[in-house]
Each structure stands twice: as C-alpha cells, then as structure tokens.
C-alpha cells in the first residue's frame, strides 16, 4: 500500500440536528467543532439533517423532509402547459 495518500480514519461524533440524537462511529470526515462524548474524550462534531433516527423508512413515520422546496420546484418546471388557443375572427 501507498503511504500517505489514505485519509485519517478517527473517532467523530454523528449530531443528528432534527431529533437531537448523536451517535459515536469512526469516519475519515473531521471538522473543527469538537464535543465531549460520555467517555470524557474529546471528538470531532459533525452535524447532519437526517440520520437513522429521524429519517422516515427508519422510523415509521410519515413526515415530509423537504427542507428547499424541490418538490414544488419539479412540479413548476414539469406542469402541464395549456395549449394555445386560436384567435377566432
């Protein structure tokens, strides 16, 4: 193997920002913010919108997750055009 081309794989910290839910797993991500986990350490924090806990196949339920509005961008830019309709003299 190649030495020094493989990223740093670490301890970090999952922050799951809709449920409030953090998780502890190695990853080759990083980020400046750091948290103290309940082992007293210090790991990277890193934040996502959507994890296991709050994501809807995981947990059953049926919320809409459409933080920008792609859904009603798809639906403008896909909408049936009415035809024109002829002049009549």
Known sequence: ??????????????????????????????????IKWEDGNEYPLIKVEVSSNSHPFYTGKNMLLDTTGRVEKFKQRYAKKKPAQKKED
């Open 1 to 34: 193997m190649k030495k020094d081309i493989h990223p740093e794989y670490n301890y970090v910290v999952f922050e799951d920002l809709a449920s409030d839910f953090k998780f502890l797993t190695k990853s080759t991500m990083g980020s400046k913010e750091t």
